[in-house]
């Protein structure tokens, strides 16, 4: 089990807007601003796409976008396009030993 | 050009030790938050463990006692030795770079990933 709970699944036509949650506590997304969110292809590494909640690193497009409202985050993507079918993961630092936790992950279909 | 390349996986049996090299190319390493996140054949990613510019190091539970995370600065690469492996621990490994501001702060969210190398552990 996951540290960070995560949807399985979304879907959304191409064009329209999804948001994908992250709920953890305290102790990770609700009590650091240090969330970021991945994007991973099938057998490709993952790609930051979302850090420090809602920085965008350089290169990735503006149609991404994150936020946080207590215990959890969240990514927004609109205008969805087909090429962002993939799986997304959040993840958090926390103040557990572990020092960095990650969500299960969630399927984005693009219908 | 930024870029990480891992090697060293293989297949090893279980109680088995690996060591994971993480080749540096276009940055220092040891400038620089490094960290191992791997991915179990079908799961989701896991944080295992992390090294800060000043040397610190940071393991994940399941992890803790059995892996060591190092820098050899002379060769710029960064490795992971695996000691008393088992069987959950079969995964792809990836090295990441930790994503820094231009005034040296970190976010603990990882910007450069390697390809990854794959490790089983079976008998």
């Known amino acids: 089990q996951s540290a960070l709970t995560q949807p399985a699944s979304v879907s959304g036509s191409p064009g329209q807007s999804i948001t994908i949650s992250c709920s953890g506590t305290?102790?990770?997304?609700?009590?650091?601003?240090?969330v970021s969110w991945y994007q991973q292809h099938p057998g490709k590494a993952p790609k930051l796409m979302i850090y420090?909640?809602?920085n965008r690193p350089s290169g990735v497009s503006n149609r991404f976008s994150g936020s946080k409202s207590g215990n959890t985050a969240s990514l927004t993507i609109s205008g969805l396009q087909a090429e962002d079918e993939a799986d997304y993961y959040c993840s958090s630092y926390t103040s557990s030993s572990t020092l960095v936790v990650f969500g299960g992950g969630t399927k984005l279909t693009v219908l | 050009e930024v870029q990480l390349v891992e090697s060293g996986g293989g297949l090893i049996q279980p109680g088995g030790s690996l060591r994971l090299s993480c080749a540096v190319s276009?940055?220092?390493?040891?400038?620089?938050?490094m960290t191992w996140v791997r991915q179990a054949p079908g799961k989701g990613l896991e944080w295992v463990s992390i090294i800060y510019s000043g040397g610190s190091t940071y393991y994940a539970d399941s992890v803790k006692g059995r892996f060591t995370i190092s820098r050899d600065n002379s060769k710029n690469t960064l490795y992971l030795q695996m000691n008393s492996l088992r069987a959950e621990d079969t995964a792809v490994y990836y090295c990441a770079r930790e994503i820094s501001s231009s005034q040296g702060y970190y976010y603990y969210a990882m910007d450069v990933w390697g390809q990854g190398t794959t490790v089983t552990v079976s008998s």
């Open positions: 305290s102790s990770d997304v609700g009590g650091y601003n240090y």
């Open positions: 276009g940055f220092t390493v040891s400038n620089d938050y």
């Open positions: 420090d909640v809602s």
